[in-house]
């Protein structure tokens, strides 16, 4: 089964979808994920929100093999490795392999985040 369909709903308010530690990452980062496509495991066709809180300092430089579109919906993070900073309402389209990161969030900050493959033909 792929990702469900969804008629419009208020993500904000849905309790069915809490804010909870993404597994893997720093304390302090948290995921609401939308839809997930959970036959392909956890980063095939994912979309959800994640919350970076003050303070956070990642150490990695993240490079993954899926495609990943972010929408920074409120505050700003600095990618240390570029010495770039990214605010609310700027967004990304990285295809696999793109580097980037670590990131120092010295406010917190919420982005919208939907992560998938394409198929290859």
Request: one cysteine or more; hydrophobic letters at 30%; charged letters at 25%.
């Amino acid at each position: 089964m792929a990702k469900p369909e969804l008629e419009f709903f208020d993500p904000t308010f849905d309790n069915s979808r809490p804010w909870v530690p993404v597994p893997g990452y720093p304390k302090g980062i948290y995921e609401k994920i939308l839809t997930i496509d959970p036959p392909t495991g956890p980063w095939r066709m994912k979309t959800r929100f994640i919350h970076f809180q003050a303070g956070i300092e990642t150490k990695e430089t993240l490079c993954h093999d899926y495609w990943e579109e972010v929408y920074l919906i409120d505050g700003y993070l600095i990618d240390i490795a570029k010495n770039q900073t990214f605010k609310a309402g700027m967004y990304c389209c990285r295809p696999p392999g793109m580097k980037h990161g670590p990131y120092k969030i010295p406010f917190g900050v919420t982005a919208y985040e939907v992560h998938y493959y394409l198929d290859k033909k």
